[in-house]
T-cell receptor, first 113, second 116 residues
Framework: GENVEQHPSTLSVQEGDSAVIKCTYSDSASNYFPWYKQELGKRPQLIID?????GEKKDQRIAVTLNKTAKHFSLHITETQPEDSAVYFCAASIDFGNEKLTFGTGTRLTIIP | GAVVSQHPSWVICKSGTSVKIECRSLDFQATTMFWYRQFPKQSLMLMATSNEGSKATYEQGVEKDKFLINHASLTLSTLTVTSAHPEDSSFYIC????????????FGPGTRLTVT
């Protein structure tokens, strides 16, 4: 089955700086890669996703890049703000069957004011 | 749009009793719902995939007779933890996909189960 690794497990950045979180996946058939943000005690929220026919996607301060050959994808947050502090999870799934998501282990991002 | 609710948000029960958790898609029909378990400071572990009108598909290591899943309608899936034990204490979260062909999953707010 699919295995998703995520790094780093914790990340602290100064407010205004950029943050990058990286994930690798094992199954070359995976073709959908969402990122979720989870605040303490709350539900994971989808913040951005990318499909394998696209190399990069951007939504305001958030961007995701995908390298299919290397089987890795990254989340980039620019101009970080205190409200960006949360745990971020990457995930991967295959676009057929039941499309279940395999999650990475999570990155705890702390924005230092 | 794409709102998923869960009930209850938290529950405390005694060992040996059963607890039912409901997951509802409020503004869309969900042919597929997923049930996850999350331990403190850990990732989401998929327990089972719930398909409307058919039996759930359980992940390896998840006891289907202990975690009963029923997806009776396009907007409701239930997870029943039977004969609960303290080790079943966890945060249970459901998610739903808004229709066939959609890949996005939207999560419910979760249910914190404590078994005493």
């Amino acid at each position: 089955g699919e295995n998703v690794e995520q790094h780093p497990s914790t990340l602290s950045v100064q407010e205004g700086d950029s943050a990058v979180i990286k994930c690798t996946y094992s199954d070359s058939a995976s073709n959908y890669f969402p990122w979720y943000k989870q605040e303490l005690g709350k539900r994971p929220q989808l913040i951005i996703d990318i499909r394998s026919n696209v190399g990069e996607k951007k939504d305001q301060r958030i961007a995701v890049t995908l390298n299919k050959t290397a089987k890795h994808f990254s989340l980039h947050i620019t101009e970080t703000q205190p409200e960006d502090s949360a745990v971020y999870f990457c995930a991967a799934s295959i676009d057929f069957g039941n499309e279940k998501l395999t999650f990475g282990t999570g990155t705890r991002l702390t924005i230092i004011p | 749009g794409a709102v998923v609710s869960q009930h209850p948000s938290w529950v405390i029960c005694k060992s040996g009793t059963s607890v039912k958790i409901e997951c509802r898609s409020l503004d869309f029909q969900a042919t597929t719902m997923f049930w996850y378990r999350q331990f403190p400071k850990q990732s989401l572990m998929l327990m089972a995939t719930s398909n409307e009108g058919s039996k759930a598909t359980y992940e390896q290591g998840v006891e289907k007779d202990k975690f009963l899943i029923n997806h009776a309608s396009l907007t409701l899936s239930t997870l029943t933890v039977t004969s609960a034990h303290p080790e079943d204490s966890s945060f249970y979260i459901c998610s739903a996909r808004p229709g066939t062909g959609a890949l996005e999953q939207y999560f419910g707010p979760g249910t914190r189960l404590t078994v005493t």
